[in-house]
């Protein structure tokens, strides 16, 4: 059985869901009916150290929000799909633009649309406050829930174990 820092020193791209993982799975909308969304701070600064390690970033979401184009847009992550029902073909989409295999994805969830995608990655995590469902599936749980410093933990843990 491979340890995690061996999964981890494999990937090359790490794909995140956004409600309950990049945010606190709450969902907030002004009186004009406009909907917002918290990010922290210390998750974009991980995502940032990624990206210029080289490795790729992906954003596959069931929903759509102008928030998520926005922040992402901030840190650089090109890779943002939205609105997305089957999560596994807008992933293996991805794959095959980019020219890897799953044994290079790390994907971080917390709910049951992840779960198609942790049955083929390589290293699938699931945030402190994921459903019990994600949880028993993923290689790793992170200390900090959602949208409190999960996507960090993950981003450090990588970057460690491939020494960058």
Request: with cysteine; net charge negative.
């Amino acid at each position: 059985m491979d340890t995690l820092v061996e999964r981890a020193r494999d990937i090359r791209l790490l794909v995140l869901d956004v409600d309950g993982v990049l945010t606190d799975g709450r969902l907030y909308f002004s009186a004009r009916g406009e909907e917002m969304k918290s990010f922290h701070v210390r998750d974009g600064a991980g995502i940032v150290q990624l990206l210029k390690a080289g490795l790729q970033i992906a954003v596959i979401s069931g929903r759509q929000s102008r928030a998520v184009e926005r922040r992402m847009a901030e840190l650089g992550v090109t890779w943002v799909r939205q609105g997305i029902e089957d999560k596994l073909a807008a992933l293996r989409e991805l794959l095959d633009i980019l020219g890897l295999g799953p044994q290079a994805v790390a994907s971080i969830g917390d709910d049951r649309a992840d779960l198609p995608i942790f049955e083929v990655a390589r290293l699938a995590v699931a945030v402190a406050d994921a459903h019990t469902s994600v949880k028993s599936h993923a290689h790793f749980i992170t200390q900090a829930p959602g949208g409190q410093g999960a996507v960090r933990e993950i981003c450090d843990l990588i970057l460690e174990s491939q020494r960058k």
